[in-house]
């Protein structure tokens, strides 16, 4: 053969050959890839986007490596590249997300819009579920729920993807289906933020009033991030009165009760209780097993009770990787000819958890959060004061350290710049404290989730 590429185009003739490839995963992950060169027995191959990379890389490294054996006699190294790469960090993140955006597009096909229909309901949720779909006025023993603001406001509160963003959008498409007069706002609290601080730059405060102060729905998502938010907190307050003095429904969401968002001024919290809250629960196995059969259901695929059961045992705590994992699993039956299978789903279940870890969370990151928490500085807590606040303060430091980053107690004096027997103490009095304080408890246990998640 003359070149690298004609050897690389009969590379990929083995791998269509190969029974355990399919002729649309050929074509969409195969076909595309370039040679580059071979060098020192390793075999160069360029791919269009580091999303197709890892594609390639997961599914097909091991194929193309027996292929190169068979076209060549010889054992080969195979190098895989994204051809991209020189697009700068920030252009790259989003081709890669663009690519994620667009297999999750082509896996639901437009099927799985977020309605009530489609909205899997267990002991975790009824209650929300009820309230929600009597604002939506879907109750008919509940009269117009929508206009007499029955439940107003209603807030519903649970943690990250159970299905609260869910809820409001199965309120929006439900009301609009049955009431397309009626003008429904759906909207993030980050986006309320966003678009108020653009008004006040372009001093056109008066056309925001009138997109939010005129609705007869207010949605508003992710409402928590209103802490610490002085002037959003001002704006929005004015906007609640509005909306609530003339009857118009308004249904927020939260990751965590009213009364426990930080820094968000009494009187809001005030408006906040005055109707009805609900809160959401991780699923239970049933409603697990419910929820990926549904999925499965929209996505036409089929798979095996003994397979559902290995994903709802090994994700308990959220939906969207429930749904996620049926995503994947989706994808492998795409790109190869493999039915579900048991070793198919441990397998998503380890991307899964490997993808949900954390950020690297640094010793500089966890005093930031827990002087924010203590009212004190991270130079405070790394002082020798022992000032009461601040001592608190360090201890519940070495604690959080502790528990987040399961440093040793020298590890953790160092970084201090303390004893760290010291540091044994301090970590055994905060483990004592949260025994009897729940207020407390409460406090750390916000500190800690609050690192796992960003």
């Known amino acids: 053969m003359d070149s690298f590429s004609e050897v690389f185009e009969d590379v990929k003739k083995h791998c269509l050959a190969d029974p355990n490839v399919s002729q649309i995963g050929f074509d969409k992950w195969i076909k595309p890839l370039e040679a580059d060169r071979l060098e020192n027995k390793t075999a160069y191959i360029l791919a269009q986007s580091e999303f197709a990379r890892q594609t390639v890389m997961d599914f097909y490294y091991d194929l193309i490596k027996k292929s190169f054996f068979e076209v060549l006699g010889i054992e080969v190294e195979v190098s895989i590249s994204n051809k991209s790469e020189e697009l700068d960090d920030s252009r790259q993140f989003n081709y890669v997300i663009e690519n994620e955006k667009h297999l999750e597009r082509s896996l639901n096909d437009g099927l799985y819009d977020l309605t009530f229909d489609n909205f899997i309901k267990g002991k975790s949720n009824e209650l929300a579920y009820a309230f929600c779909t009597a604002v939506a006025g879907m109750n008919e023993d509940s009269g117009n729920i929508g206009n007499k603001a029955v439940f107003n406001p209603l807030f519903i509160y649970g943690d990250s993807g159970l299905g609260k963003t869910h809820l409001l959008k199965a309120i929006e498409h439900e009301v609009k289906r049955k009431s397309p007069e009626k003008n429904v706002m759906y909207v993030t609290c980050e986006t309320f933020a966003n678009e108020l601080i653009t008004a006040i730059t372009n001093r056109d405060t008066e056309s925001f009033h009138q997109k939010y102060r005129n609705v007869d729905f207010l949605l508003m998502d992710d409402i928590q991030f209103l802490s610490k938010k002085e002037q959003t907190q001002e704006e929005f307050f004015h906007t609640f009165n509005e909306l609530y003095n003339h009857g118009k429904q308004i249904v927020l ?187 407390l408890k409460e406090t750390v246990n916000d500190i800690i989730k609050n690192l796992k998640e960003l």
């Open 253 to 439: 969401t939260s990751d965590i009760s009213p009364t426990k968002i930080s820094k968000l001024e009494d009187r809001i919290k005030s408006r906040f209780v005055r109707g009805v809250q609900a809160d959401i629960q991780p699923p239970d196995f049933e409603t697990r097993m419910a929820i990926i059969k549904r999925k499965a259901e929209l996505l036409n695929i089929e798979i095996p009770d003994p397979v559902s059961r290995v994903i709802a045992e090994k994700i308990k705590t959220n939906i969207r990787q429930l749904e996620g994992a049926v995503n994947k699993i989706t994808a492998l039956t795409m790109f190869s000819n493999e039915k579900p299978s048991i070793a198919m789903a441990q397998k998503v279940i380890r991307e899964n958890l490997i993808e949900n870890q954390p950020a690297d969370i640094t010793v500089d990151r966890i005093l930031a959060d827990v002087s924010t928490a203590f009212n004190v500085t991270p130079d405070d807590i790394r002082s020798p004061s022992r000032n009461a606040p601040i001592s608190l303060a360090r201890k519940i430091s070495i604690y959080v350290i502790r528990e987040v980053k399961g440093l040793s107690y020298t590890e953790i004096g160092d970084e201090l710049k303390r004893d760290h027997s010291t540091m044994t103490i301090n970590y055994k009095d905060v483990k004592k404290m949260l025994d009897t304080n729940s207020d």
